[in-house]
């Protein structure tokens, strides 16, 4: 009775069998937010890690994305810049501590950054104790491309009030690639403050990148949630 009490108005019309409502949210259309990332990767007896600090910037209405990252990989540190724009559908990969930039088609359409609503509310709750507390909704999806040979289990949190991202963890296989991605969101502040980290440098090429640790947290940006 008293989990039922917690649930959700969504999850209570789900289980009346309602006709369709809608249970998953979307970002507001424009954000900027610091991101931590920790991922694990496995192909061919090959395991890698990765951990990242971001500043990354969501787009929606401009259809783009931007990351300015520190990541660490086995070979060492390197400050990484990430340009996604879908209205020209390329990729930039900038290597800020070499000035290399790195321009690569995007094969694949926008996605706004939104918890479908297939998404099973698995949890309401808040963080934080007494007067001052955050409500936060957990969501669970599995993503099934048998195209892009993809199995994916994803758990989402984001704030019960304006769906601001929390946390996302994805869990599976991508062309063979098993890995893990645990991903935080912390100060998100609303717009964007400087169209400016969606220009990428002048000195862009096509070479494809080799860095096999970056190349394959790139790869599963497309399967995260919120696009990052
Ligand atoms: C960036 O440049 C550094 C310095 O040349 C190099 O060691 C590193 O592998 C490059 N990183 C990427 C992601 O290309
Ligand atoms: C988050 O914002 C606070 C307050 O502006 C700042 O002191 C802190 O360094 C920021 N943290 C991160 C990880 O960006
Ligand atoms: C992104 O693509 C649009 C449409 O082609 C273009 O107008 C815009 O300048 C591009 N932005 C960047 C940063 O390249």
């Known amino acids: 009775m008293l989990r039922l009490a917690l649930l959700s108005a969504c999850a209570l019309y789900v289980l009346s069998n309602a006709p369709s409502v809608n249970c998953g949210c979307c970002t507001p259309e424009q954000w900027e937010g610091t991101e931590g990332l920790l991922g694990g990767y496995y192909r061919w007896f090959r ?7 971001s500043r990354v910037a969501y787009d929606g209405m401009g ?31 900038i290597n800020l501590s070499r000035k290399k930039c790195r321009k690569l088609p995007l094969e694949r359409e926008f996605r ?12 309401e709750s808040y963080i934080g104790a007494g007067d001052n507390t955050l409500g936060i909704s957990g969501y669970a999806l599995r993503i099934d491309n048998k195209k892009k040979r993809a199995l994916l289990d994803a758990f989402v949190t984001v704030t019960t009030e304006g769906c601001i991202p929390v946390s996302e963890t994805l869990t599976g296989s991508v062309r063979g690639v098993s890995f893990l991605d645990i991903i935080g969101y912390v100060n998100v ?37 919120f696009g990052m």
Do not use: H
């Open 47 to 53: 395991p890698s890690l990765i951990s990242s600090g």
């Open 63 to 93: 259809k783009r994305v931007a990351a300015v990252s520190s990541v660490q990989t086995k070979r060492g540190r390197f400050l990484v810049r990430v340009i996604e724009n879908f209205s020209e559908g390329t990729l930039y990969m």
């Open 112 to 123: 706004k950054a939104c918890i479908p609503d297939r998404a099973k509310l698995m949890s």
């Open 189 to 225: 502040t609303a717009g964007i403050e400087d169209e400016k980290v969606f220009d990428p440098p002048s000195y862009c090429d096509d070479e494809p990148t080799d860095d096999f640790e970056i190349q394959e947290s790139q790869l599963y940006r497309e399967f995260r949630i």
